[in-house]
């Protein structure tokens, strides 16, 4: 079977509408999400729904968490806690509804699925070596998917070896069939590796391997919502920079 996996959508329709556009294209069979729904943009009921309707499996982010109240705005930065008390405010009853219906963690697919890492499912960033090495040691699963970081890349450890990782650019392969891996698709909403291209991942069980793509999308389209809001510019500028 083959899945699209997609992360970080931060209520970015534009982006969300012609990525699931792409994986309509691609042959994959479902879509799982790794959270992170909302925050940061514009169009948070839109993304929810489209979730909803498209997603066989979803998960909660720390954004998430913090709009339906689980986690204090307290800890994000000034930007987040701002575009997330803004989201609080002009949500639907539904879409809030289902937000608190996620978690961050599934351990039911074939594959371990976390929002952040499997050390901490919410909040860390797995971006070293060194991480990855310690996240390898407690996950459950051989290969893991993570989001959070909005950086598309991979870790793999083999036996006698020690844990390495790189970012990963579109159309890179990745062979899972052996070693242990973390695999992070990247970010639909808010890249933040360079390319400024909506991020996704095809992921072949049965190999298993798994495909980098990205997606082209009306940045503008995103960025001008995020001014209509009134949310903060460096909401808006950042998305022409995949920063």
Do not use: K
Not at 74 to 87: D, P
Request: net charge negative; proline share 5%.
């Amino acid at each position: 079977m083959r899945v699209a996996i997609v992360s970080d959508i931060h209520g970015n329709r534009h982006a969300f509408e012609a990525v699931l556009a792409d994986i309509g294209d691609s042959g994959c069979e479902q879509m799982w999400c790794l959270g992170d729904l909302v925050g940061y943009g514009a169009d948070p009921d839109r993304c929810v729904a489209l979730a909803r309707e498209y997603a066989t499996v979803c998960l909660a982010g720390n954004h998430d968490l913090g709009v339906r109240g689980t986690i204090p705005l307290e800890q994000f930065s000034r930007g987040a806690a701002l575009a997330a008390t803004w989201t609080q405010e002009v949500i639907a009853p539904e879409t809030l509804e289902y937000l608190q219906s996620l978690e961050p963690a599934s351990h039911d697919a074939p594959v371990g699925l976390y929002h952040a890492s499997p050390r901490d499912p919410i909040w860390e960033y797995v971006l070293s070596p060194l991480q990855a090495e310690l996240c390898l040691d407690v996950q459950e699963e051989r290969v893991a998917l993570i989001g959070h970081s909005h950086v598309a890349l991979s870790f793999s450890r083999f036996r006698g070896a020690a844990a390495t990782g790189e970012t990963r650019d579109a159309d890179h392969e990745l062979d899972l069939t052996s070693g242990e891996w973390l695999v992070n698709p990247g970010s639909v909403g808010q890249p933040r590796d360079g390319d400024a291209r909506a991020a996704w991942l095809e992921l072949e069980l049965e190999g298993p391997r798994a495909i980098y793509r990205r997606t082209d999308y009306d940045i503008a389209g995103a960025a001008g919502a995020i001014r209509a809001a009134a949310l903060p510019e460096s909401l808006a500028e950042r998305l022409y920079f995949g920063q």
